[in-house]
Each structure stands twice: as structure tokens, then as C-alpha cells.
């Protein structure tokens, strides 16, 4: 209970909504006023402080002067020109007169006791005495006055005085009434001055199941969009892919899942391309409290920020909340355009310059079937005249030279005609060709492509390596980037 007219100091919080944390070094943005027993707002003589950052983070105090606490009852309240903080803690202050005993003379009645005297300083066994060992209690009979008061064998009660007088009882209508009267006693009247009907509206909201709506820090945190709304996705989309959008809404009063008034609506919006919306399905709710929505990016998407915006109403009140996803073309990141080089350069070596599927490579094997080899002439084919080679040393016959041996080069069938094994190509060497420099022919390049997918490899966000077969020699490095518009690839060294 603080004392009419003498300084004190309180103490508040200040909450960032924002981030749902107590905010520290934000004093000077705090600004203070007061009213005293509900008259015009001032602002505070002295200026706040915080207490401790480190030891009691967003609790601050106020000294309040000896002339700002003449009021019966003060509130102190504010607010921060930082945006998010609330200031949370305050409350009336209700103060009381200070009163030391009346008697002017130390030892007697309603004076203050004396050393080696008695206390209370009335005679023991006497009026304000102590009562001693067998006496009553009070020392008045009972009945009488200054004694206890008598029941009667019908549960009457005497020894009371009804009346309206000091120290008697107002039975007026048989029961004491429900409503105390001035002049029924000082105490009373101080508590009927007192009990105004906002301070009962406070002890009515003091219950278990329910805030304490009338405080204004309380229902600030009721309010917040975070208690009411989840807003949740993956964080990055594919091209082509199709993804869920979930909400959920909850009561203020103990968090319990709760439709809303309404369906919620939901918005999307790219940082390049503008609205997204169109992307949305429409929102289903297949429990309470939950609401879905499906989002699909489109075959070839802009690769961007994506915001989503949910507005949605509960108990009247409107809540909103955000959250954040990318657009992403893994395959770009994967498929380098190393790589995209490399097939090119495959392609543009085949005779044709085309690689539509698997049958063109059958076309080529049946046209090479139809080469002929017969001794005197190198090579013929169906629609061909003989090719003679002549002027040969000896030992550089072309039968010995190419026919003989090993069984993977060139032989003949029982026409004489030239075929490959079926594991001629076999003789290719699928060693690890190495850095970029080395890969200068066919067969290394469909090596180093073979390499690239089925052997080591690592993918970070500014390098692509590749690595021999130890797994850590590096072959290859290629150096990636992605502005979320455009993803890059270096070529490789």
C-alpha cells in the first residue's frame, strides 16, 4: 500500500510484439503520464530508467515525486515511439493516509507504550487490559455490555444492538441489509468510496477461465495476429510441381483450434512477376481450425521471391500474417552448363549432326554393317566400287595388320566381309580422363559426361567439382551463382 504524499518507485516492461520478446535500451524512446484521481493527464516529472539489460532484459522504473502521489488513487501509463513495444506493468495506484496513534502522552491510552510499561497499557483483568488466568474473556459477563453476546434455545443471538447508531447492527426488515449506508460506520464508507464500479469490473474479470480483459496490456497480447494465425509452406518450389498452403486459426482464451467467421482469404505475390494469386486453388477445410490451399508455379515459372498473405476473421476481430517461399529450377543447378557443352560438342561430332534416340545410333550400326573387306580391297560397301590398297612394306599387310588379331579389332565373317566384335568398343579405355584440358576427344568426352553423374561430385552454392576416383582429387571446378532470377555456370577448369 503506498503512503499518500511520499515518493515512490514502480516498475514496468516493455514487449516487442514483433519479435515476442522483452525489448531492452529503449528508454529514451519510452514517454510517461499520469492522472490523479481521474483527472487531466500530465507527464511525469522524472524520467524513466532501465533497471538491468542483462539481468531483467525490458523491465524499467519510474520515481514518482511526493506532489504527483497526493491523489487518493494514481495511474501511470505510456507508450514507445518504437514501433512493435508496448509498455506492459502498470496499474492503479492506490494510496493510504499514514496515521500514528493519537494520544499525546506515551504510556497512556492511545499513546505510544513506554519502556517497562504495559502493552496495552491498561491494567491486566481491566477495561484494554490483557485478560489474566480465569477471568473472562472479554472481562464483561456475558450478556452484558462489554461481554460476549448469548444464544437463546431458538438460536436468537442477544448481546447485539440493532440500530443504525455506532457499533449497533441495522436489522432493519430482519436481516442485515446488502447494502451498506453512510454513516454505518467509517470503515465502511472508505470502502464503499473505494469500491467504484470500474474497480468491481476489475475483480469480476479476475476469474480462471477467462483474462483479464479490462487490462489493456493483456488484451494487446490477446489481439496479436501470432496468437490467433499459422501460416506455413515448403520453402522452395519446382517448376511443373504442385504444393500445399496450410493455415491454422485459433481462440485467444486458452488456444484452441477455431474456424474462423469465415473462410480466410489467401494472396501471393512474386517479387518480380507482381500477383501470383491466379496460382492458388480454392480453400478447402478439412478440420477445424485448418484451411489448405494448393499452389502450382507453372511449367516455367520466373525464379523469384514468393510472399503469401493471409487475412482472416475471428470473433470479429481480423487478423493477418505472412510468410515467404522461392521458386527454384533445381535442374538448371544440376544440369551445368558445362555439361550442356559437353553433349553439344557430342552431337555436333556424330555425321549428321543429329541425335533424336536409340534409332539413330541402329541406323548408323546398320550402314557400318554394310562395309566389306576382302583382301585385295580395303574397304567396299554394297553401292561402292573396291578401294585398292597397294604399295604396302612387308609385315603391313592389311589381313595382318587389322584382321589377324586381337579378337576386339576388325574380322572378317565367312563372306569376308569386316564386322566388329560385339566387344570391340569394349577396347575404349573408360579411364579417368582428368582436368578439362585432357578431355580433347569423343571417346574422353562421353567418359568425362559419364563421370560427372555417376562419380563424385559436390554442389555448393558458388562451386561445382568434380573429383577423380579417390574422391578427392578435384578433376573439374566450375563456379555457380543464382540471383534468384537467373542461375549461372561458369565453364570448367
Known amino acids: 500500500m503506498a503512503i499518500k504524499g511520499q515518493s515512490i518507485t514502480i516498475s514496468y516492461v516493455a514487449w516487442d510484439t514483433g519479435a515476442n520478446a522483452y525489448k531492452t535500451a529503449d528508454v529514451a524512446n519510452h514517454a510517461l503520464r499520469l492522472i490523479k484521481d481521474g483527472g487531466a493527464s ?42 512493435n513495444i508496448v509498455l506492459l506493468g502498470f496499474s492503479d495506484i492506490v494510496t493510504e ?43 464483561a459477563a456475558a450478556g452484558t455490555n462489554g461481554g460476549l453476546a448469548t444464544c437463546d434455545a431458538n438460536n436468537n443471538l442477544h448481546g447485539l444492538q440493532p440500530g443504525t447508531g455506532t457499533g449497533q447492527i441495522n436489522m432493519s426488515g430482519g436481516k442485515v441489509p446488502a447494502t451498506v449506508a453512510t454513516g454505518d460506520g467509517a470503515d465502511a464508507a472508505t470502502l464503499v468510496s473505494r469500491l467504484s464500479a470500474a474497480r468491481a469490473g476489475y475483480l469480476d474479470n479476475l476469474n480462471v477461465g477467462g483474462p483479464l480483459a479490462s487490462h489493456a496490456d493483456i488484451l494487446a497480447i490477446n489481439q496479436s495476429a501470432s496468437k490467433h494465425l499459422l501460416l506455413v509452406t515448403v520453402a522452395q518450389f ?43 486453388s480454392a480453400a478447402t477445410n478439412p478440420a477445424t481450425g485448418v484451411y489448405r490451399w494448393t499452389y502450382t508455379p507453372g511449367a516455367s515459372p520466373t525464379l523469384e521471391e514468393i510472399r503469401f498473405d493471409l487475412s482472416a476473421t475471428i470473433s470479429s476481430a481480423t487478423f493477418t500474417l505472412s510468410t515467404y517461399a522461392q521458386t527454384v529450377d533445381e535442374a538448371s543447378v544440376v544440369w551445368t552448363q558445362s555439361d550442356q557443352n559437353h553433349l553439344t560438342s557430342i552431337f555436333n561430332s556424330l555425321p549428321s549432326g543429329t541425335l533424336a534416340a536409340e534409332s539413330d545410333l541402329t541406323a548408323v550400326k546398320a550402314q557400318t554393317d554394310k ?13 561402292q566400287t573396291n578401294v585398292t590398297v ?43 580422363p ?60
Open 42 to 83: 500530465a507527464a511525469a516529472t522524472n524520467s524513466p530508467a532501465e533497471v538491468d539489460a542483462t539481468n531483467m532484459p525490458g523491465v524499467y522504473k519510474l520515481t514518482l515525486t511526493a506532489t504527483e502521489m497526493t491523489a487518493n488513487v494514481i495511474r501511470v501509463s505510456g507508450k514507445s515511439s518504437t514501433a
Open 97 to 139: 493516509q499514514g496515521v500514528l496513534p493519537g494520544g499525546t502522552t506515551a504510556g497512556t491510552n492511545n499513546g505510544l507504550p513506554v519502556q517497562g510499561g504495559a502493552i496495552p497499557n491498561a491494567a491486566a483483568g481491566a477495561n484494554n487490559g490483557l485478560p489474566v488466568q480465569g477471568g473472562a474473556v472479554p472481562n
Open 238 to 280: 519446382e517448376p511443373g510441381e504442385t504444393y500445399t498452403v496450410e493455415a491454422r486459426t485459433f481462440a485467444a482464451v486458452d488456444g484452441s483450434a477455431v474456424n474462423a467467421d469465415s473462410t480466410p482469404t489467401l494472396s501471393a505475390t512474386g517479387k518480380v512477376s507482381g500477383n501470383l494469386s491466379g496460382n492458388l
Open 371 to 383: 562395309l566389306l573387306f576382302d583382301g585385295s580391297s580395303f574397304v567396299k560397301s554394297d553401292n
Open 390 to 432: 597397294a604399295g604396302y612394306a612387308a609385315g603391313q599387310d592389311p589381313a595382318t595388320l587389322v584382321l589377324a588379331t586381337p579378337a576386339n579389332k576388325l574380322a572378317t565373317d565367312s563372306s569376308g566381309r569386316t564386322i566388329l566384335q560385339p566387344t570391340g568398343l569394349d577396347a575404349i579405355s573408360v579411364s579417368d
Open 434 to 493: 582428368g582436368a578439362p584440358a585432357n578431355v580433347t576427344t569423343l571417346p574422353k568426352m562421353i567418359v568425362a559426361l559419364w563421370r560427372r553423374f555417376f562419380k563424385r561430385s559436390t554442389l555448393t552454392a558458388t562451386q561445382l567439382k568434380t573429383y577423380a576416383d579417390d574422391g578427392t582429387t578435384v578433376d573439374s571446378t566450375q563456379t555457380v551463382a543464382d540471383d534468384g532470377t537467373t542461375q549461372t555456370q561458369g565453364a570448367a577448369s
